[in-house]
């Protein structure tokens, strides 16, 4: 059965060749981080540069009546430093970012010495505005480098920088730079994606009839569209670096100073300025991705997300950069001009590691294996996933006919409030299970607790609600603004640990599955059925390419399965069809878990990371589409009408 694959990948003998961390190694740290943290962040920690040396590790506290959460909080250190400052002058020459634009025909190559001038040119500019530590700098640009020096230019004088990602509307912008109290954004004239503009500077203009306090607006020359243009306010980029000298002291800062705000992609509701600080972020985020990629030297790194959401933050920018790396930044969109230019990029750059999410993986899947096939992909060793439980089905294909069979895949579980990757494979290390996030990573200690509170034994085969039980360097401090709702959201739940909101499954030999949010698992007669888990049975049918599974009210077993379903090109949606994919799931899973309703529909809900919303789709379920809340961050808000106009649940 394709969606209960019980294959197991074991490490490749290549991966266990090259790796620093072999599944002793790992046993032996991850044993080291949970017994004698102390030690074990202590060392971890010296990766960075420390203008002040830290002298305690840990000051913890998740009471809610007396919550705190500080790391390393009497080093000093910047941020930006330690991305550039000190890979040099040793690499001042080795490339720091490539970039590749939307037009295939055109790329480029910035060194570290490079991005050292650009940063700092762009630092003393935001200085020479009245920018000051601790002012809030918000972010809306295209995937262009100037987007990386802006963040990195904040990080070195001290503001706090606030991206929002390119794609949201003027109202949502307005909204993400009101409530940071923001009174500088950094744009350009247009971004470009799949060949089209997208008018990011007259988006800005709409923004600013709701939002008042901003002074001032530094733009981009990108495409030299047109645009209007108000001298008191808007300052372009280029004029405001013309004079700047290429030197800038980096910021002293405190290891608990912010970083950054970053607003949630709202899959759940009202986004979240989540606030993430400089020293446990920054060691965070250089661990993880020397561990999670086996990152080593001279590597071509690829993570195909946006700088709009952590992952990009993370897994584009600081890890990256800490480490030395070569990170390739993207500016396009993964089909086009054609379904194969991710693997294009891939053979043009020689990538080595790439990580993208499954929602692109299934976009990609359901075009077939043409495309990938006329590539090479021989640099690749390997690949990763990050955003949603990703299908065995489409684990199994990426790794078949992407990686060759060759290339281990890092199923990566984590959140804009944790920073970084907390369960994943290391590939020299750990066993693949299609679907399965398999381990955590050092100092990660997840458990699980049932509905009422109770928690489930630590060993052995269990299902529930993923916390975890002690603090990490990389863990977001605060939302912005409303301490008290992030003390409520993630630790008044369960007292005493951190509330993922996520539902997972631990198997007989302590593999995580991440079975989806807490509030889409289902109990059906009784049963708690992972909506994830239904939706790969879906997938994994043929005709199917891609799926959604919610739960209604129902009379008799208390909720009901209702699936949305998208088929494959081609492939016309029947009454037989719904009946026969019913039966499938049946055969698949069980009688339990049977769909009461299927729903054809040509596109799916989604949030412009890509992740699909459930609660726009349970709300239709319902009945109760007149209150669909939030709908402003949905990449495409026409397929809801046509969603509701063919509801089955009339
Ligand atoms: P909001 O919190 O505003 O609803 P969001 O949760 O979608 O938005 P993110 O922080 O970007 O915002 O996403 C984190 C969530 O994505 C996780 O809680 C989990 O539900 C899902 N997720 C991420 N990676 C994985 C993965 N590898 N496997 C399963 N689920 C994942
Ligand atoms: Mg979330």
């Not at 993986?361 to 949603?388: H, K, N, W, Y």
């Not at 409520?488 to 539902?503: E, K, S």
Request: proline share 7%; aromatic share 10%; hydrophobic share 35%.
């Amino acid at each position: 059965m394709p969606s209960q694959d019980q294959t197991v990948y074991p490490v490749t003998e290549t991966s266990k060749r090259s790796t620093r961390v072999n599944a002793e190694r790992y046993s032996e740290m991850y044993r080291l981080s949970v017994e004698e943290p102390d030690a074990f962040w202590r060392q971890e920690a010296a990766r960075l540069d420390w203008m002040t040396p830290f002298t305690q590790v840990e000051d913890t506290s998740w009471d809610k009546d007396d919550l705190h959460i500080r790391w390393f909080a009497d080093g000093t250190l910047n941020a930006s430093a330690n991305c550039i400052d000190r890979h040099l002058p040793e690499r001042a020459n080795d490339t720091a970012i490539i970039w590749e634009g939307d037009d295939p025909a055109a790329s480029s190559k910035i060194t570290y010495g490079e991005l050292h001038d650009h940063v700092c040119r762009l630092a003393n500019g935001l200085k020479s505005l009245g920018v000051k530590k601790g002012d809030r700098v918000t972010i809306y640009m295209p995937m262009i480098p100037e987007a990386a020096y802006a963040m990195l230019a904040c990080a070195r004088i001290g503001a706090v920088h606030s991206v929002v990602f390119g794609g949201f509307s003027p109202e949502a912008l307005a909204g993400r730079i009101n409530d940071c109290a923001s009174d500088i954004v950094i744009t350009a004239d247009e971004g470009m994606r799949g060949g089209r503009a997208t008018p990011l500077k007259a988006n800005v203009d709409r923004a600013m009839q709701h939002a008042p306090g901003v002074r001032q607006v530094i733009v981009v020359k990108r495409t030299g569209g047109k645009m209007k243009w108000d001298p008191a306010r808007d300052v372009w980029y280029h004029d405001l670096i013309a004079r700047q000298p290429a030197t800038c002291p980096p910021e002293p800062m405190n290891a608990e100073d912010p970083l950054f705000i970053l607003y949630t992609s709202g899959s759940t509701g009202q986004p979240k300025g989540v606030l993430h600080t400089t020293g446990g972020y920054l060691v965070w985020a250089a661990m993880t991705h020397e561990y999670v990629f086996d990152y080593k030297p001279g590597e071509i790194y690829w993570c195909t997300a946006d700088v709009g959401w952590v992952t990009g933050h993370t897994y584009i920018l600081y890890g990256p950069l800490a480490n030395g790396a070569t990170t390739l930044m993207f500016e396009g969109i993964p089909t086009w001009p054609g379904p194969d230019r991710f693997w294009q990029v891939v053979d043009k750059h020689q990538v080595n590691i790439f990580y993208t999410a499954p929602t692109a993986i299934r976009a990609l899947m359901r075009e077939g294996d043409g495309p990938v096939q006329g590539t090479s992909r021989a640099s690749l060793r390997l690949l990763g996933s990050v955003g949603e439980p990703i299908n065995p089905e489409a684990w199994t294909w990426y790794h078949r006919v992407v990686g060759d069979g060759r290339c281990p895949i890092v199923d990566t579980w984590w959140q804009t409030e944790t920073g970084g990757v907390m369960i994943s494979p290391l590939p020299g290390a750990t066993d693949l299970k299609p679907g399965s996030a398999t381990k955590p990573v050092f100092g990660i200690m997840p458990a699980l607790v049932s509905n009422e509170g109770e928690p489930l034994p630590d060993t052995g085969a269990a299902e529930g609600n993923l916390i975890i039980q002690r603090s990490w360097p990389g863990q977001a401090r605060t939302i912005y603004g409303d301490h008290q709702r992030f003390i409520d959201t993630y630790f008044a739940t369960y007292p005493g640990a951190y509330f993922t909101g996520d539902g997972a499954r631990r198997d007989e030999d302590g593999y995580w599955w991440i079975t989806g949010r807490v509030d889409d698992v289902l109990n059906v007669s009784g049963h708690r059925l992972g909506t994830a888990e239904i939706e790969s049975a879906l997938v994994a049918h043929t005709d199917v390419a891609e799926a959604a599974v919610v739960g209604y009210p129902h009379d008799i077993k208390g909720q009901g399965i209702y699936c949305y379903v998208t088929l494959n090109a081609g492939i016309i949606p029947t009454e037989e069809s719904a009946q026969m994919l019913r039966q499938w799931v049946r055969q698949e899973i069980g009688p339990i878990a049977t769909p009461d309703l299927v729903q054809f529909a040509p596109g799916l809900p989604k949030t412009r990371s890509g992740k699909i919303m459930r609660r726009i789709l349970r709300k239709i379920a319902e009945n109760e589409f007149g209150n669909l809340g939030d709908t402003s961050t949905l990449a495409d808000p026409s397929v809801v009408e046509d969603l509701i106009e063919n509801r089955k649940n009339r």
